[in-house]
């Protein structure tokens, strides 16, 4: 089912954190060879609270994926956020990073680096608007 499919069935909208929580999202793409990143950092408002982009040049949107997550989890780790939500839209990304999937070898240090980030912050839910649950970063449940 595709994207626009889902969206008949669902109002996708982007919601915010509770006040004591900030909502990290990210997107990576990969459009005529060339991949590039963004990610957002929100307050409870709905505030920018830091935002970056940046092309990587040629890659995959796999890797696209995995470093704008890498990238927003360490911004974050750096401004000293204690709770973060973080919100993307790679499913396959989500699977590998709860171990439900195996991580292919090229963003095995992505990945590695993603869960050594988490463990620095009180909380950290990932959720994806592809319609899977909100689950703690690290589990296998």
């Not at 974050?76 to 990073?97: F, P, T, W």
Request: hydrophobic share 45%.
């Amino acid at each position: 089912m595709s994207l626009k499919e889902v969206s008949k069935f669902f109002h996708i909208k982007w919601q915010p954190p509770d006040h004591s929580q900030v909502k990290l999202n990210f997107d990576g793409s990969f459009r005529h060879g060339v991949a590039t990143i963004g990610f957002l950092l929100r307050n409870s408002d709905g505030n920018p609270l830091f935002a970056a982009c940046r092309n990587l040049g040629n890659t995959n949107a796999l890797v696209a994926e995995a470093t704008a997550l890498r990238d927003g989890l360490y911004t974050a780790l750096l401004h000293q956020y204690q709770r973060v939500i973080v919100e993307g839209d790679s499913k396959l990304l989500l699977d590998c990073i709860t171990l439900r999937y195996a991580v292919p070898w090229r963003i095995g240090l992505l990945i590695w680096l993603i869960i050594l980030y988490s463990e620095s912050f009180c909380l950290v839910l990932l959720s994806s608007h592809v319609c899977v649950p909100s689950v703690p970063l690290g589990s296998a449940g």
